[in-house]
């Protein structure tokens, strides 16, 4: 799907029709969605395999009579008989839109399809596990000091240290089980969530956590707590575990939507995404949170860590000497779990986790309002909160990208490739879906493009060895020479120790 980017931050989609995912399974599912703002009548549809050996449904024909805007529709071969390699391709044509077509390839085993990942024409990722036997890897890090080990931190409170590939278990970096509420191993959404060390870490040893504390007032689930430790001055590879310097704490009312990144900006100061509350809807208060700027829920925060004790705020933050909390820098996410900046642009992107229907990403910029709740990405959720806040629709942020929920559950934001080893990649964000399921784990790479200035196109990776990921999804991370890694589990929860990291590098 390609996105273009309006003049006035509106989102302007094309094509009008679009085949949004192809599914296998017991026969081949395709998804025709309505991108734009008229009924599209006389949809004509063709589902074809090509190659391998098909010897029932080949090539299937049908009309959708009527698709209102914004509406999906599932068109299907319900059996497919056959063997081998094919390829899939949907073509859908109406009056009203443009033509779309969409190509997947699949081994067919008998009456099975078996989608094989990757869009067409799209490139080809190898992932090398790196390091496993971690419970439930959120996130990883580097410390920038030029030894370029890598630092995973763990949901249920442990930092580790991957140095020349071996995990240190024990002694951990940081051990901080005893600070955080018991998670449930499970599945929960609290934890340690975020980690970044400090610019000048190689001078002073600083570096700052996001973690799930003990709540400390009534009427809320817990306290997420940014902190300050040091490393130990007798080991570099552990930290001072009795330096804690608590910097924040942020009631959170529900258990869920917690954000949790942290992230030093080319501009020297800490950046922190914070979820919007919890619950479902954003319905904490009149308001919610994502629109009210008296609340750090559902914002994303800018912190100068070196000019105040805590912290102070940094001269140019947008809400100074203005009605909102000093610390905003942007508002409107529900939960920008992950975000990063281009080593290049310094552009901040961040993926927010979309509530029924709808993912995005954001290119962050001071001040700016990206819609929770009124919009769920580019689509309206709550248009009468606009009008209660005398909001107009069109000075909302528009993503640069969004996709539906019938692609993925929930977005996990990756990095700008910026290293050497897979110069195809340079210049593209790389990001994932955690899975397309709960119940199992289906996991999805991609990469987003800028094909012309203020359009972006989303791909999905091949894989190498055209074999599903089977995995959970749960971050990326960059070492310093800005290869990327894969930060994953093969089981929901931390009951078992399923978390692996895996360095992707792209033919």
């Known amino acids: 799907m390609q996105m273009q980017r309006g003049k006035e931050g509106t989102s302007i989609q094309t094509p009008n029709v679009e085949v949004e995912v192809i599914t296998g399974g017991l026969g081949v599912t395709a998804m025709i969605r309505n991108q734009g703002s008229v009924n599209l009548t006389g949809i004509t549809w063709q589902i074809s395999l090509d190659g391998g050996l098909v010897l029932l449904g080949k090539k299937t024909e049908g009309t959708i009579s009527l698709l209102r805007p914004e509406k999906a529709e599932a068109i299907k071969v319900p059996l497919i008989l056959g ?179 942290l992230a030093f900006g080319p501009d020297g100061y800490l950046y922190i995404g914070v979820g919007d509350g919890g619950g479902a809807g954003d319905q904490h208060g009149d308001i919610g949170n994502g629109q009210n700027t008296s609340t750090l829920l559902g914002k994303i925060l800018r912190l100068d860590v070196d000019g105040g004790t805590p912290y102070a705020i940094p001269p140019d933050n947008p809400f100074i000497g203005a009605e909102g909390l000093d610390e905003i820098y942007a508002y409107g996410f529900r939960n920008p779990y992950r975000f990063s900046f281009d080593r290049v642009s310094g552009a901040l992107y961040a993926a927010d986790v979309g509530q029924d229907e709808w993912e995005e990403i954001d290119i962050v910029e001071s001040g700016g309002n990206y819609g929770w709740r009124i919009l769920e990405g580019t689509h309206p959720y709550d248009m009468d909160l606009a009008e209660y806040l005398n909001i107009s629709i069109e000075t909302l942020k528009a993503p640069i990208h969004e996709y539906s929920h019938n692609i993925g559950r929930s977005i996990i934001g990756g990095y700008v490739y910026r290293g050497t080893q897979s110069p195809s990649l340079s210049g593209l964000y790389v990001f994932g879906d955690w899975s397309t399921q709960f119940t199992k784990p289906d996991g999805k790479l991609y990469y987003l493009s800028e094909i012309e200035p203020g359009v972006w196109e989303r791909s999905e990776f091949s894989l190498a060895n055209e074999k599903p990921l089977k995995r959970f999804i749960f971050g990326f991370g960059e070492d310093e020479e800005g290869e990327i890694y894969l930060v994953t589990t093969r089981f929901i929860g931390s009951v078992l120790r399923s978390g692996e990291i895996w360095d992707l590098t792209v033919e």
């Not at 094919?86 to 067919?108: P, Q």
């Not at 442990?158 to 020349?164: H, P, Q, S, T």
């Not at 951990?172 to 005893?178: I, V, Y």
């Open 83 to 261: 063997f081998g390699k094919t390829s899939i391709t949907v073509t859908v044509n109406a009056s009203e839109a443009t033509h779309d077509e969409k190509t997947s390839r699949a081994r067919l085993r008998v009456v099975f399809v078996r989608l094989i990942p990757g869009d067409s024409n799209a490139l080809t990722a190898t992932l090398n596990l790196v390091a496993s036997d971690i419970k439930a890897p959120t996130m990883l890090t580097i410390a920038g000091d030029g030894t370029n080990r890598l630092f995973v931190a763990d949901q249920p409170g442990i930092i580790y240290v991957i140095d020349d590939g071996k995990v240190q278990y024990s002694p951990p970096f940081l051990d901080l089980t005893s600070k955080m509420v018991k998670i449930n191993p499970i599945y929960d959404e609290r934890g340690l969530l975020g980690l970044a060390f400090h610019p000048e870490y190689v001078t002073n040893g600083r570096l700052f956590v996001y973690y799930s504390g003990q709540k400390t007032a009534e009427g809320v689930d817990h306290e997420s707590i940014i902190a300050e430790y040091t490393v130990s001055a007798e080991d570099p590879n552990i930290a001072d575990p009795s330096s804690e310097n608590i910097i924040l704490r942020i009631n959170q009312p529900e258990a869920n939507h917690n954000g949790g990144q």
